[in-house]
């Protein structure tokens, strides 16, 4: 398991910012992205104007790995799968 941290830097509302996370939660991230045909700033976005109570870096996490679990137990599109895994 690739646990290294990594910090890569994002515009989330036309604003610069820096996220550190796992590197094998970047790669899952990453193909989230490659999925829905979006940019990381466009899904950071997405995802920080989504979040309650928690730091950018926890929300990502969250995201990226409701987004695996709930594509495993269904068959909707990635893009609804995405808004899922947002509301979790």
Excluded: Y
Aim: hydrophobic residues 45%.
């Amino acid at each position: 398991m690739n646990a290294q941290m990594l910090t890569r830097n994002v515009v989330i509302a036309n604003r610069r910012t820096t996220i550190r996370l796992e590197a094998a939660i970047w790669e899952g991230f990453d193909e989230i992205c490659q999925i829905l045909q979006a940019s990381r700033h466009e899904l950071c976005t997405r995802i920080d104007q989504a979040r309650e109570g928690v730091n950018r870096a926890q929300a990502v996490r969250a995201t990226v790995v409701s987004f695996f679990r709930l594509s495993m137990k269904s068959d909707v599109s990635a893009q609804e799968t995405f808004e899922l895994a947002l509301q979790s």
